[in-house]
C-alpha cells in the first residue's frame, strides 16, 4: 500500500482573460517518494497541473482556481508559491527561462538564499550537488557555456539544494539531443531510486523510463483525467496499444544515395566558408564548412544532422546567401546563386527560424499572411484565394483575426510554415522545426511537411531529433567538422 | 562590447559603489567644464586605469572603443562644419568657406571628447564589475530591495541577447522578402517591424524568469542570507581618496595655468 503525498480535489482553473477552463472536475492523486508520471495531448493543461501543485496557480500566474491542492494532508491553495517552495521545486522545460544569475555556483545558492539557509551549509550542499551530477569542479562556469544537457542539470540541481519533498518536472528533455536527453533521463532515475524524492514528471514519451514510474496520469484533450493508475498493475505492451507509451524506433535502414532518376534543384560543389573574427571583418577565423559537397533533388525529405556547432545553420546561411561562400560554387536550378536576385531567390525558397514568432511582423494572423505579397504583383482575388487555402491547410481557419503572437506554440509554427508557402516556394528549409514543441505539435508538424512533399515541395530540416528523422526523412545527411560525413537514403518507419 | 571580462585585477577587486562614486564625480566635473583639456585628461586617465589598473588588453580595449572613437569624431566634425559656416568675430581658422573662431574649435574639441571620456569610464565600469557583484552592491550597500535587485540582475542577463534577437528578426523578415533598411520608407518602417516580435520575446521572458524567481522563494518574509557578500574595505575608501585627490589636484592645476573654465564667458 502506497501513502499519497498530494492531492487535487475537483480543481477547475480559467486563465485570466480566458473563458473556457484548462481542466474542470480534475481530481487525482500522486505518490509518495515514487515517480508520477502526467501524460496527454499538447494543450490539455499537462503544465498547469505543476503550476497548480508548485502555488504559480493562481498567485503568479493570475485567473479563476477552484477546488483544492492537498500537500501531506493539508489544504495549500491558499499559500503563495515563496512559501510551497520549501516542500516543492519546479524545473521547468527551458532551463534557460529558469535561470536567474550568471555562473553554476551563483545560481546553485540562489533558492538557498531566499530559503535563508546558513552559509557554511551552502557551500557543502553545493559542492554534494555538484559531485551527484557530475559537474564536480564547475562552480564558477558561466551558464551560458554550458551544453543543453548541463543546463538542464544545473537547473534540477539548483531545486535539489533546496532539499524539496516534490520535485516537478515539466518536459524536462524537450529540447535536449538524444544524449543529453539519456543524461537527464538517468540522472532523474537515480533521484526517485537513490536518493527517495516524489517526483512528478510531464513528459511527451515515458517510454524510456517506464520501469522508474510508479503511478501514471493520463489526460484527454479536455483536461479530463482518463486514467489514474499504478504501473504495478499495467503491462508495457498494454500502454503500447493504447497509444500512451511510443516504443523505440528502429534505426532506418541506410541505402546508398542513388540520384542518378532525380532532378537536382540545389547544388553545392567543394564550398568552403569561415566566419570574420568578430571586429575584424576581412580576418577570417576557423573554417566551418570544410570543401563541403551536396546535392538536394525534387522531392527529397532531408534532415541534415550532426552535433552542435559542426556547420549546419551556417549551410543554410551560406545556401540563402545570408553568407558569401569563400570557395566553390551553390547553384540553383542549374544557376549561380549569386546570378540571383535576392528577392527572386527568396521567393524559390523558404526559410522557417527556429523561433517562429521572430519572423512575425504584424498583429493579426490575416494580416501576417497578406505581409508575404508584399513584394509580389497579383491581384487581391488570387492573394486572398492562397491566403484562404493556407489557412484551411494548417488548421488556421479560426484564429484569422487574432495576433500571431497569442498563439500556440504549435499554431505559431504552422503559421510561419504558410507565411512561407504563400509564393508558392518550392523549396522549403526549416531550421530545428521541433524547438519549443512538444510531442504533439511535432507529430503534426511532420505530417504537414510530408503532405507538402508529396504535393511536390521539397524539404530540408535541420534537425538533432533522431526520433522525428526515423519517423519522417527519406534522406539523411550527417555532417562532421563541415563537410558530409553520411549521406544516405533511408524508409521511415 | 559592453560585457564584463573574468578576471582579477586591481579595479575588479574594488566595491562596484565606490567605482560608481568615483565615475560618477567624475562625469558631473567634465560635463561642467567647456574647456577641452579635462576632458582629454579624464579620457586618457580612464583609458590607463582600465588598461593598467584593469586588466584589460589594450587591443581589447582600442577594439571596443573604435566605434565611439568614430562617433565623436563625428560630432566634433559636423559641429565644427556647422560651426564654421557662421559669421563671427575674432575669426582664428579659415578654410574655404568656413570660418572657426576659438570659441568654435574648443566647443567641437570639448564635446568629441567629452562622449569619449564618459564612455570610456562607462566601458571601465561594466568591463571591470562583476554583474552579480554590482547587484549585491546594490542591495547590501544601497539597501535596494531584494527583488528589485534580482529583477535588475535577471535584465542585466537578457541585455547581451538582445542583439541575437534583433539580428534574427531582421533575417526572418528579409528572408520573408522585406528589404531591411533599405529606401526610404523602409529606413522608417524597419524598427517598428522589430518593435512588435521584441517586446513579445522580452515579455515572455520576464514572465518566465519572474515564476522561475517566485518559485525559488524570492521576496519570502523570513531574512535571506547571502553566499557572496560585497564589502566596502580600506583599499576601497583608499581607492576613492587617491581617485578623486588625484583629479581635484589635476583640476586645480588646470585653474592656475587658465585651463579650466566653466562658461564661454571665462574663455573670452
Known amino acids: 500500500m502506497y501513502d499519497n503525498i498530494i492531492e487535487l480535489k475537483d480543481l477547475k482553473y480559467i486563465y485570466e482573460g480566458e473563458t473556457l477552463p484548462v481542466w474542470e472536475h480534475l481530481s487525482c492523486s500522486f505518490l509518495k517518494n515514487k515517480v508520477n508520471a502526467v501524460i496527454g495531448p499538447s494543450g490539455c493543461g499537462k503544465s498547469s497541473i505543476l503550476s497548480a501543485i508548485n502555488g504559480l496557480i493562481p498567485h503568479v500566474m493570475l485567473g479563476n482556481l477552484e477546488g483544492q491542492v492537498i500537500l501531506d494532508g493539508v489544504d495549500v491553495t491558499a499559500v503563495p508559491p515563496v512559501v510551497r517552495c520549501e516542500r516543492t521545486g519546479l524545473v521547468m522545460q527551458n532551463p534557460d527561462s529558469q535561470f536567474c544569475t550568471f555562473t553554476v555556483e551563483e545560481e546553485l545558492a540562489f533558492g538557498m538564499e531566499n530559503l535563508g539557509v546558513p552559509v557554511e551549509e551552502m557551500g557543502t550542499r553545493i559542492k554534494e550537488v555538484l559531485k551527484y551530477i557530475d559537474m564536480e569542479g564547475m ?129 553545392l560543389s567543394n564550398v568552403s566558408y569561415a566566419y570574420p573574427i568578430p571586429g575584424r571583418k576581412r580576418v577570417k577565423g576557423k573554417t566551418i564548412i570544410n570543401d563541403l559537397s551536396l546535392t538536394i533533388n525534387r522531392g527529397d525529405f532531408m534532415a541534415i544532422t550532426g552535433d552542435n556547432g559542426v556547420g549546419k545553420t551556417t549551410l543554410m546561411k551560406l545556401i540563402f546567401c545570408i553568407c558569401k561562400a569563400d570557395k566553390g560554387q551553390i547553384k540553383l536550378y542549374g ?65 484569422k483575426e487574432r495576433s500571431p503572437f497569442v498563439l500556440s506554440q504549435g499554431q505559431k509554427r504552422r503559421l510561419s510554415v504558410a507565411c512561407m508557402l504563400l509564393t508558392q516556394q518550392k523549396i522549403l528549409f526549416l531550421d530545428e522545426p521541433t524547438f519549443g514543441q512538444d510531442y504533439e505539435n511535432r507529430q503534426e508538424l511532420m505530417k504537414d511537411m510530408q503532405k507538402l512533399v508529396e504535393d511536390g515541395v521539397t524539404i530540408v530540416m535541420i534537425t538533432h531529433d533522431m526520433d522525428l528523422v526515423k519517423q519522417y526523412a527519406t534522406r539523411v545527411v550527417r555532417i562532421e567538422n563541415g563537410c558530409v560525413k553520411e549521406d544516405s537514403l533511408c524508409l521511415p518507419t | 562590447m559592453f560585457a564584463y571580462i573574468e578576471q582579477d585585477s586591481y579595479l575588479h577587486r574594488r566595491n562596484p559603489m565606490i567605482k560608481l562614486l568615483v565615475i560618477a564625480v567624475l562625469t558631473v566635473v567634465v560635463c561642467v567644464s567647456y574647456y577641452p583639456v579635462l576632458p582629454i585628461i579624464t579620457f586618457l586617465l580612464a583609458f590607463a586605469a582600465t588598461w593598467l589598473a584593469g586588466g584589460i588588453p589594450l587591443d581589447n580595449l582600442l577594439r571596443r572603443l573604435l566605434v565611439f572613437f568614430v562617433v565623436s569624431f563625428l560630432f566634433m566634425f559636423s559641429m565644427l562644419v556647422l560651426r564654421g559656416l557662421n559669421e563671427e568675430a575674432n575669426i582664428v581658422l579659415n578654410m574655404w568657406i568656413f570660418h572657426w573662431s576659438e570659441e568654435d574649435l574648443i566647443h567641437g574639441i570639448s564635446l568629441g571628447f567629452r562622449i569619449l571620456a564618459l564612455v570610456t569610464l562607462s566601458m571601465g565600469f561594466v568591463l571591470t564589475t562583476r554583474p552579480r557583484d554590482l547587484v549585491l552592491s546594490l542591495i547590501q550597500q544601497c539597501k535596494v530591495s531584494v527583488v528589485h535587485g534580482y529583477a535588475t540582475m535577471a535584465t542585466y542577463r537578457f541585455l547581451p541577447e538582445l542583439q541575437d534577437h534583433v539580428d534574427s528578426i531582421h533575417l526572418a523578415q528579409e528572408i520573408r522578402g522585406i528589404p531591411w533598411n ?8 524597419s524598427p517598428f517591424r522589430v518593435f512588435l516580435p521584441l517586446v513579445c520575446v522580452a515579455a515572455r521572458r520576464g514572465e518566465r524568469v519572474a515564476c522561475a524567481m517566485e518559485s525559488r522563494g524570492l521576496g519570502r518574509d523570513n531574512p535571506r542570507t547571502y553566499y557572496k557578500r560585497t564589502v566596502i574595505d580600506k583599499n576601497d575608501w583608499v581607492f576613492l581618496m587617491v581617485s578623486l585627490g588625484i583629479y581635484a589636484a589635476i583640476c586645480i592645476v588646470l585653474i592656475r595655468l587658465g585651463l579650466f573654465h566653466y562658461s564661454f564667458a571665462a574663455i573670452k
Open chain 1, 139 to 267: 562552480e564558477e562556469t558561466n551558464l551560458n557555456n554550458l551544453s543543453g544537457g548541463q543546463k538542464q542539470k544545473v537547473a534540477i540541481a539548483s531545486v535539489l539544494v533546496t532539499k524539496p519533498e516534490v520535485l516537478l518536472l515539466d518536459e524536462p528533455t524537450a529540447n535536449l539531443d538524444t544524449e543529453n536527453r539519456k543524461m537527464i533521463l538517468e540522472l532523474i532515475a537515480r533521484l526517485a531510486e537513490e536518493e527517495g524524492f516524489t517526483i512528478i514528471i510531464v513528459e511527451h514519451n515515458i517510454a524510456d523510463m517506464l520501469e522508474h514510474v510508479s503511478r501514471m496520469i493520463v489526460l484527454d484533450a479536455d483536461g479530463n483525467v482518463v486514467l489514474e493508475e499504478n504501473t504495478e498493475n499495467l503491462s508495457r505492451d498494454e500502454l503500447a496499444s493504447k497509444g500512451i507509451i511510443a516504443e523505440h524506433l528502429e534505426d532506418y535502414m541506410c541505402l546508398d544515395t542513388d540520384s542518378k532518376d532525380k532532378e537536382p534543384i540545389v547544388e
Open chain 1, 335 to 399: 544557376k549561380d546563386i549569386y546570378d540571383y536576385k535576392v528577392q527572386d531567390l527568396y521567393h524559390q525558397m523558404g526559410l522557417v527560424f527556429q523561433n517562429p514568432e521572430n519572423q512575425f511582423a504584424t498583429n493579426s494572423v490575416y494580416d501576417e499572411m497578406n505581409f508575404s505579397f508584399k513584394r509580389v504583383n497579383i491581384d487581391e482575388e488570387e492573394k486572398n484565394s492562397r491566403i484562404e487555402e493556407m489557412l484551411q491547410r494548417f488548421h488556421l481557419e479560426d484564429y
Open chain 2, 182 to 189: 533599405k529606401g526610404v520608407v523602409s529606413r522608417f518602417t
